[in-house]
């Protein structure tokens, strides 16, 4: 069955960085994109950013510029490279793929940015 693992929030102070994965099994991970949410208390869920199969990427303007969402096929596993993180960047970030039109989503990982 199709299963995605969230890992790598934490704790981190203003202007750090951050590397969050998404480790995927169940599905041919290549052929598929891979998309990062996040829910910050009391908001709606939130795209954060997004690559397809190909490699192209699509990110929310209040990452651009900061985050990166590289992913390596070999390892079934898509990241978000986030810098520069910022209170507000404070969320439970989720991971989701699209297999035959139904959302496949991890369990989340909480990251808290504050000093």
């Known amino acids: 069955q199709v299963q995605l693992v969230e890992s790598g929030g934490g704790l981190v102070q203003p202007g750090w960085s951050l590397r969050l994965s998404c480790a995927a099994s169940g599905y041919i991970f290549s052929t598929r994109g891979m998309t990062w949410y996040r829910q910050a208390p009391g908001k709606e869920r939130e795209l954060v950013a997004s690559?397809?199969?190909?490699?192209?990427?699509y990110y929310a303007v209040s990452v651009r510029g900061r985050f990166t969402i590289p992913r390596d096929n070999a390892k079934n596993t898509v990241y978000l490279q986030m810098t520069s993180l910022k209170p507000e960047d404070t969320a439970v970030y989720y991971c989701?793929?699209?297999?035959?039109?139904?959302?496949?989503w991890g369990q989340g990982t909480q990251v808290t940015v504050s000093s």
């Open positions: 989701k793929v699209i297999i035959d039109s139904r959302d496949y």
């Open positions: 690559i397809d199969s190909a490699g192209f990427t």
